[in-house]
């Protein structure tokens, strides 16, 4: 089973910049897609941000310019480059995995969560 691991959360000023990191593990047969998504409490969880198999990306509109996504090579590891940095980017970021477990069965993954702080 396939294990994802965020890091890079903490509390920063606004204006100021953070770089999360998610890592995936275990057994997946296929990586279709990893990205970033975002909740505060009382509010809807969010796509931040996406990066699929071929490269491609996506973004919320309100973040572009301000977050970027990227990965390596085997797209095993996701970044998210977060500046300029809102109270309103306060909230808990989850690192999302779609894949397959085989050949057959869809899979969608989550870690546990790190906590993103803007505040001064």
């Known amino acids: 089973q396939v294990q994802l691991v965020e890091s890079g959360g903490g509390l920063v000023q606004p204006g100021g910049s953070l770089r999360l990191s998610c890592t995936a593990s275990?057994?997946?047969?296929?990586?279709?897609?990893m990205g970033w998504f975002r909740q505060a409490p009382g509010k809807q969880r969010e796509l931040v941000a996406r990066v699929n198999r071929g490269g491609g990306t996506d973004y919320a509109d309100s973040l572009k310019g301000r977050f970027t996504i990227s990965r390596n090579g085997p797209l095993n590891t996701v970044y998210l480059q977060m500046n300029s940095l809102k109270p309103e980017d306060t909230a808990v970021y989850y690192c999302n995995l779609m894949g397959y477990s085989d050949y057959r069965n869809m899979v969608d993954v989550w870690g546990k969560g790190t906590l993103v702080t803007v505040s001064s």
């Open positions: 275990g057994n997946i047969f296929a990586i279709v897609a």
